[in-house]
């Protein structure tokens, strides 16, 4: 039986007026509010055992298995995460042994230990289906060793001369061969063409929504405004990362000014790993916000922050990590996701997975075991950071930096996110909340094992337990419900029409007397 139209209409209408609107940049991209899960797609899940070809499960420096299908196979737990988007190593036909992807072949062809276009595309479809975007790695710089267009013929003026780089020439660095790849000619028409062609396809034939430019700093700024113009040109949505390594804001600078959108963050590395380390300086993880002014004005957040990656030795090295590392892990992942920019996770450290240099630091992800105590932070962190408008695009204040100390916050919302990550040392740390630019309010929430926090009066009382790293999210004082009065009033009289609907229905399911 239908309710009555007028009351159900009023009872719409009632409900509408409670949420929240839309804004009218909804359909806008701010890679801010994005959180990237990184994987190395052959060290991933071996969704498909009919493309393994040759791989050999674990050899370190060859194929393993993993491929596109072993993604798509697991795009909810990526979900589950609580992160909005993923980025995957190159996808492109590689020369003999390049389980990586960075050593192409054919660009225009997918690799067979991985899949083929179609499953590409779905594996972009799927993922969009779940509200997860999609980064693909292309590597415009350089070529697989002994690639044929080197002899054919076919290819003169393609290649750079081979020549050692010296990296204090930024000539060298661009037209030198990388690890002794094929360096490719940018400089030249065809080239240019070529690669700005195949880039654009790439994108039309997968809809991915962001390239990661592999080694950004061998290009030539002048290709790079090529490149980027012509993504943004026919793609204005999409964001292009660039791998620029370096730990130089400064130096990454001169390539935001070339178009790339973001770069990745070495110099938040450099301050984690020093910070971080066991007899480090907790003061240091501080630094990277304060010198980010160095990127330009409105950049300061054009960054993608991680904590480890593909080409650096895991976060807890190589060795199985004890219970000093592991809370020296939980201290990187709270800063991880409540520092600017767009926060990157490399697959397995969510559960601590160990690793050294390359490419040990590659190892296949442990689909059993793990540590559920860092995949629920994660969880939790990454979850907060998407509720939070402070967290994703707050400025950052330091509060207290120390040795043994950083205290900092967030603010840009209706609460202010301070973050504290203590050292060696129980402490208690109290923060008044003028510093915050609070008259006064509440704590409303704490997230973080070792931690606890009340107001008293105007202060911000915290208690640290040693290696404690959390979150104290403080704001105005709300009425109940933590609504306003206005919303309350209309939530009350949405509640007596809903009452006064199941009342009617009820009655008009009654027996009549006869």
Known sequence: MKAPRPLFLSMLVVVASLMPATPASASLIDWRDQAIYMVMTDRFKNGDPTNDLDSVPGKADWWQGGDLQGVIDELDYIKGLGMTAIWITPASEQTKGGYHGYWTLDPYKVDPHLGDMAKLQELVRKAHERSLRVVLDIVPNHLGAGHPWLTDGAHAGWFHADCPINFSDQTSVENCWLAGLPDLNTENPVVRAYLIDWANWLVDQTGVDGFRVDAARHLSKDFLRALTSALHTKHPAFWI???????????????????????????????????????????????????????????????????????????????????????????????????????????????????????????????????????????????????????????????????????????????????????DEQRSVDVPLAKLGLDGGDLHRTMGSGISGNIDGSILRMTLAPRAAGIFLVGATHDTFGLPLWSLLLLAVAVVLVAAAVVTLARRQLPRRV
């Open 241 to 423: 990362l660039g791998e620029v390594y370096s730990s130089g804001y400064r130096y990454q600078s001169g390539f935001l000014d070339a178009g790339l959108d973001a770069v990745t963050d070495f110099q938040t590395y450099d301050s984690v790993r020093i910070g971080l380390d066991p007899r480090g300086n907790l003061g240091q993880l501080t630094t990277s916000p304060s010198l980010a002014a160095d990127l330009g004005a409105g950049r300061e957040d054009s960054r993608a922050i991680f904590i480890d990656n593909h080409d650096v030795a895991r976060f807890v090295g190589r060795d199985t990590p004890d219970a000093a590392t592991m809370a020296r892990l939980e201290e990187a992942i709270v800063y991880l996701f409540t520092m600017p920019g767009t926060p990157v996770l490399y697959y397995g450290t969510e559960v601590a997975l160990p690793g050294g240099p390359d490419p040990d630091d590659r190892r296949p992800m442990p689909w059993t075991g793990g540590d559920e105590t860092v995949r629920q932070l994660v969880r939790d962190l990454a979850t907060m950071r998407q509720a939070i408008p402070s967290l994703r695009r707050g400025s950052f204040d330091e509060i207290q930096s120390e040795r043994g100390l950083v205290v900092y916050d967030r603010r840009g919302g209706p609460d202010v996110a301070v973050i504290a990550i203590n050292g």
